[in-house]
């Protein structure tokens, strides 16, 4: 398959300031490194970008990066946007040899939720893991791995191991890391939060508390003191009556 190119052209000036200024015209600055190559800054017109990539997507794809007369087979390694329009603001191109193995992330495409048993029983799927690493050669590299869960049960699961992967591509994730299950959702019981909690006393709280404490041992010595001089009393009575 014929692969796509993408004329771009070197950047003599790097730095925010001037990022900011190619945007302004209409460009996005990227960069290209990689297998013998020295890295180098490079820009690109936002409207061919954006149409290539709508054509071609922006996930593990090979590209052939034009920089003047040389050519260089690309992975397209990362597209950064702007969080609020969507626009591309950069991008990187990572060279490739074709007869080198290289490691990529592979998305994981989940089929068959809603024929699956344990969801009909009331079950929830729940996706612990999205995508996976593999080693591979850049024209091997698969675009993405489908997990078929039509027929898991309540309490199953579907592992790493349990992708189908070609015979010329390695796992490199683990394969016993768990991708997917089906379990029963959880009954939680929604308490008053103030019931059983401990009261929280702040510091001028305590000093009340202490003050109130002391007032109330006031009182009883004050109590006990009372009910003792009624009794000094009654001595001192009993000895005058001897007299």
């Known amino acids: 398959m014929e692969r796509e190119i993408l004329q771009v052209s070197k950047r003599t000036k790097s730095g925010t300031g001037n990022a900011r200024r190619l945007r302004r015209s209409q460009m996005v600055p990227g960069v290209l490194y990689g297998k013998e190559i020295k890295s180098v800054s490079i820009e690109v017109a936002t409207k061919p970008l954006q149409g290539l990539l709508s054509k071609i997507g922006e996930e593990n794809v090979l590209i052939d990066v034009q920089v003047g007369e040389d050519k260089h087979t690309s992975l397209l390694k990362e597209v950064q946007r702007d969080p609020l329009t969507g626009a591309a603001v950069h991008i990187d191109f990572h060279r490739v040899s074709m007869k080198e193995e290289i490691t990529v992330t ?3 495409v989940v089929k068959g939720a809603e024929d699956c048993p344990g969801v009909q029983e009331g079950g929830v799927v729940e996706t612990l893991l999205n995508e996976v690493e593999v080693r591979c050669l850049p024209l091997d590299i698969p675009a993405s791995f489908e997990l078929d869960i039509s027929e898991l049960s309540m309490g199953e699961k579907v592992h790493v191991s349990d992708i189908k992967v070609p015979a010329d591509v390695k796992m490199i994730t683990s394969v016993e890391q768990t991708v997917i299950t089906v379990s029963r959702p959880s009954e939680v019981e929604v308490e008053d939060a103030t019931v059983g909690e401990p009261e929280v006393i702040g510091e001028e709280a ?12 006031g009182k009883q010595e004050g109590a006990v003191e009372k009910k003792e001089e009624p009794a000094a009393d009654a001595k001192d009575d009993k000895k005058a009556g001897k007299k």
Not at 206 to 216: F, G, L, N, R
Request: charged fraction near 40%; charge should be negative.
């Open 106 to 108: 592979i998305s994981l």
């Open 206 to 217: 305590a000093e009340d508390q202490a003050a109130e404490a002391k007032s109330e041992d």
